[in-house]
């Protein structure tokens, strides 16, 4: 089927333009979906008809594919965009720990498992344990299943022998992991073992003719999950054919290369093998793989991950009040801040490790950061006193004492009047916060 133009997208809508799909008007959603960046479904009165008709069209150019099962299951693909700013990333890759059927795999699970940190107030951890077959097929399929119940983590299955895989499979019925390591060689037998257990199977090849070439006999045989596991020679191949994948999928709708992308770090420096990852995550592995369990190796990762996929044209917020750090009372500081969530729970972050309880008074600036909200006029002395009024701070405490971040110490004077507060500048940082709450605010507070 060829490709279909706004126009003809058009034609087959309601031209309503109900509004109902966020786009103003019929022939803009029109021109969205046929630019691949809106799902049909966005549409909620595009009739069956008009469905089966665009069916080809409204799917995304990467499709999207499905590890595991239950709540922790992955979702990865789907992308419509090259750059982030072009509107947004939507699936985080999985990070995925690499263990072996030689190890002891219950304490690999158990160091796997707790590697769950809270990032700007939420949680961020692994998502996958792929399991490398060392041994014999008997050692592979009874560690797989060890794996499977000591834990929920979907399965990668990193093996290129079918007999191995084929007995795994039978202790994972419905964990549907992903099946690494189809090739020239072995691709008719795997691709038979991912359709009897509705499990997603990735593809090897040495370039992307290779892998095209494969992915299209794979959907022959009736296998549409793929995932593409390019084999690269250093960090710059793969960055190359990751970059090469993404370009073909998006912009030239190339649909053999239209998939997720699995991608396996060099485990032979830890601290290089953590810079790897993070650059994977950026580009554009939708599964990083790494053999790093520490928690220093794997929490720049998760925390590029969580910097990377957060929507670009929505600021990251918290709620904007009043908030009890540790347990404060009618002495405690009062602390002002803005409710771009990084900001406050860094500044969160550093009252609980000052070990001196405060409030907190988050102002309403739109998720903006200090500075931004001050240029953007939405923190000011004005804006100030109407959040601390408004979130009654003054009432929890004795005093009348605001504490404002020092990269607005000019809002003091204008803040004084708006207020009628005593107004002291805190730290410019976060970070010195700490000190100021031990020696600083002791000394204020006295007067």
């Not at 279909?4 to 997208?9: H, K, M, N, Q, V």
């Not at 594919?65 to 992955?74: Q, W, Y």
């Not at 009736?222 to 596991?229: F, I, M, P, R, Y």
């Not at 940082?429 to 100021?436: I, K, M, T, V």
């Given at each position: 089927?060829?490709k279909?133009?706004?126009?003809?997208?058009y034609k087959?809508l309601?031209?309503t333009n109900?509004?109902?799909?966020?786009?103003?008007?019929?022939?803009?959603f029109a021109m969205?979906?046929?630019?691949?960046k809106m799902?049909?479904?966005k549409?909620p009165?595009?009739s069956d008809?008009?469905?089966?008709?665009?069916?080809?069209?409204?799917?995304p150019p990467m499709?999207t594919?499905?590890?595991?099962?239950?709540?922790?299951?992955?979702q990865?693909?789907g992308e419509?965009v090259?750059?982030?700013?072009?509107e947004?990333?939507?699936?985080?890759p999985g990070?995925?720990?690499r263990?072996?059927?030689?190890?002891?795999?219950?304490k690999a699970?158990q160091a796997?498992?707790?590697l769950q940190?809270?990032?700007a107030?939420?949680e961020?951890?692994?998502?996958?344990?792929a399991l490398?077959?060392?041994?014999?097929?008997?050692?592979?399929?009874?560690?797989a299943a060890?794996?499977?119940?000591a834990?929920d983590l979907?399965?990668?299955l990193?093996?290129?022998?079918?007999?191995?895989?084929?007995?795994?499979?039978q202790?994972l019925s419905?964990?549907?992991?992903?099946?690494?390591?189809?090739n020239?060689?072995?691709?008719?037998e795997?691709a038979?073992l991912?359709?009897?257990?509705?499990?997603?199977l990735?593809?090897q090849?040495?370039?992307l003719?290779e892998?095209?070439?494969?992915?299209?006999e794979?959907?022959?045989l009736?296998?549409?999950?793929?995932?593409?596991?390019p084999?690269?020679q250093n960090?710059s191949?793969?960055l190359t054919?990751?970059?090469q994948?993404?370009r073909?999928a998006?912009?030239k709708?190339?649909?053999?290369?239209?998939?997720p992308v699995?991608?396996?770090t060099?485990p032979?420096d830890?601290f290089q093998?953590?810079?790897?990852a993070?650059?994977?995550?950026c580009?554009?592995?939708?599964?990083?793989?790494m053999t790093?369990?520490?928690?220093?190796q794997?929490l720049?990762v998760?925390?590029?991950?969580?910097?990377?996929?957060?929507?670009?044209?929505?600021p990251?917020?918290?709620e904007?009040?009043l908030?009890k750090?540790?347990?404060?009372?009618?002495d405690?500081p009062?602390i002002?801040?803005?409710n771009f969530a990084?900001?406050?729970?860094?500044v969160?972050?550093e009252?609980?490790n000052?070990?001196?309880p405060a409030?907190v008074?988050v102002v309403e600036?739109?998720?903006?950061?200090?500075?931004?909200?001050?240029?953007?006029?939405?923190?000011?002395?004005?804006?100030i006193a109407a959040a601390?009024r408004?979130?009654?701070a003054?009432?929890?405490?004795k005093h009348k004492?605001?504490?404002?971040?020092?990269l607005?110490?000019?809002?003091?004077g204008e803040?004084?009047?708006?207020?009628?507060c005593?107004?002291?500048?805190g730290?410019?940082?976060?970070?010195?916060?700490?000190?100021?709450?031990?020696?600083?605010?002791k000394r204020v507070?006295?007067?």
């Open positions: 089927m060829a279909l133009t706004g126009i003809d997208i087959l309601p031209k109900c509004g109902d799909c966020q786009v103003p008007t019929c022939m803009a969205q979906v046929a630019a691949k799902p049909l479904e549409c009165h595009v008809q008009a469905k089966q008709a665009l069916a080809e069209s409204a799917e499709r594919v499905t590890v595991g099962s239950g709540p922790k299951a992955l990865m693909g419509t090259l750059f982030r700013h072009e947004k990333f939507h699936r985080p990070v995925a720990v263990v072996t059927d030689a190890e002891d795999v219950a699970v796997v498992t707790g940190f809270i990032r107030g939420k961020v951890r692994v998502d996958l344990i490398e077959q060392t041994r014999d097929a008997g050692a592979f399929a009874a560690k060890e794996i499977a119940k834990c979907p399965l990668v990193v093996s290129s022998d079918s007999a191995a895989l084929g007995l795994a499979l202790n419905g964990k549907r992991p992903l099946i690494c390591g189809a020239r060689q072995n691709f008719a795997l038979a991912a359709k009897s257990n509705n499990a997603p990735a593809v090849g040495e370039t003719d892998l095209a070439g494969l992915t299209a794979i959907k022959k009736g296998v549409n999950d793929l995932v593409l596991a084999k690269t960090l191949d793969a054919k990751l970059t994948l993404r073909l998006l912009e709708n190339f649909r053999a290369l239209g998939f699995i991608a396996f060099d032979r830890p093998e953590t810079s790897q993070i650059t994977l995550v580009k554009y592995a939708s599964i990083v793989v790093g369990r520490e928690s220093w794997v720049p998760l925390t590029a991950r969580f910097n990377i996929f957060t929507d670009p044209q929505v990251n917020a918290v904007a009040k908030y750090v540790g347990d404060p009372g009618p405690a009062v002002v801040t803005t990084l900001t406050y729970f860094m969160e972050g009252i609980e000052s070990k001196v409030y008074a600036t739109g998720g903006l950061g200090v500075l931004n909200s001050y240029a953007d006029d939405k923190l000011s002395g004005e804006t601390v408004k979130c009654g003054l009432d929890q405490v004492k605001l504490v404002i971040p020092g607005v110490a000019v809002l003091k803040l004084e009047d708006e207020s009628g005593d107004v002291i500048v730290p410019e940082e976060a970070a010195g916060l700490p000190g100021f709450l031990k020696n600083e605010w507070a006295a007067v």
